[in-house]
């Protein structure tokens, strides 16, 4: 069984400019989630989709972030513009739904790696 | 507020040595806890997570981690430490009624041939 996939794995671009990340959860996974660690920090969540609909975003910085799931397949995060303080990892991960949160394994992604100059 | 705590930035183990990566925790509610691995260029790999039952739980590579509730704590474990262990460890854990993770800042093991 294929894992979560990320694409692209590393991405720089300069201060202003837009990045699109892409990420592909475990098949017949419904539940995708994204996180995101900046330096020597703590991973932290940014949202969580249930099939196409966004759930939870309370972790979504500002609204230079754009998070989609259309047709509850694949998720893409924009950042645009990309600000210096972007900078970080970002992870995604998807989970089965087992009906009561905390039952389901969230399993990540490799991690996109995005610098912003 | 609820929150994960990862007392040390760094540890250093012999190979062969038992090791300890420690992990607090205040969650309100039932905590649900995970520990993560991240080996080099890698992502993060699920290792081990407590949910219900039996205190001690064992997890993937012979890893183990001990669910206190006294303590407030959930310790990664490992009897003999391998060089191939060397990797970034991380502890979450599940915020309550909701799905997402909060995690801690992250322990970088070191194990010394």
Redesign the interface.
């Known amino acids: 069984e294929a894992g979560v996939t990320q694409f692209p794995s590393h991405s720089v671009i300069e201060k202003g400019q837009t990045v699109t990340l892409r990420c592909d959860p475990i098949s017949g996974h419904d539940n995708l989630y994204w996180y995101r660690r900046v330096m020597g920090k703590e991973i932290k969540f940014l949202l969580h989709f249930v099939k196409e609909s966004k759930q939870d975003e309370s972790g979504m910085p500002n609204n230079r972030f754009l998070a989609e799931r259309t047709g509850g397949t694949y998720s893409t995060l924009k950042v645009q513009p990309a600000e210096l303080e972007d900078s970080g990892v970002y992870f995604c991960a998807s989970s089965q739904d087992r009906g009561t949160p905390g039952l389901e394994t969230q399993y990540f992604g490799p991690g996109t790696r995005l610098l912003v100059l | 507020a609820q929150s994960?705590a990862q007392p040390e930035d760094q540890v250093n183990v012999a190979e062969g040595n038992p090791l300890t990566v420690k992990c607090t925790y205040s969650v309100s509610g039932n905590p649900?806890l995970?520990w993560?691995v991240q080996y080099p260029n890698?992502?993060?790999?699920?290792l081990l997570?407590y949910?219900t039952g039996d205190n001690l739980v064992k997890g993937s590579y012979g890893f183990e981690a001990e669910f206190n509730k006294s303590q407030t704590s959930f310790h990664l474990k490992k009897p003999s430490a391998l060089v191939s262990d060397s990797a970034l460890y991380?502890c979450?854990v599940?915020e309550g009624?909701?799905?997402?993770?909060?995690?801690?800042?992250?322990t970088r093991l070191k194990v010394l041939a």
């Open positions: 994960v649900y995970f993560y890698r992502g993060l790999q699920f997570k949910i991380f979450a599940r009624g909701t799905y997402k993770y909060i995690f801690g800042t992250g």
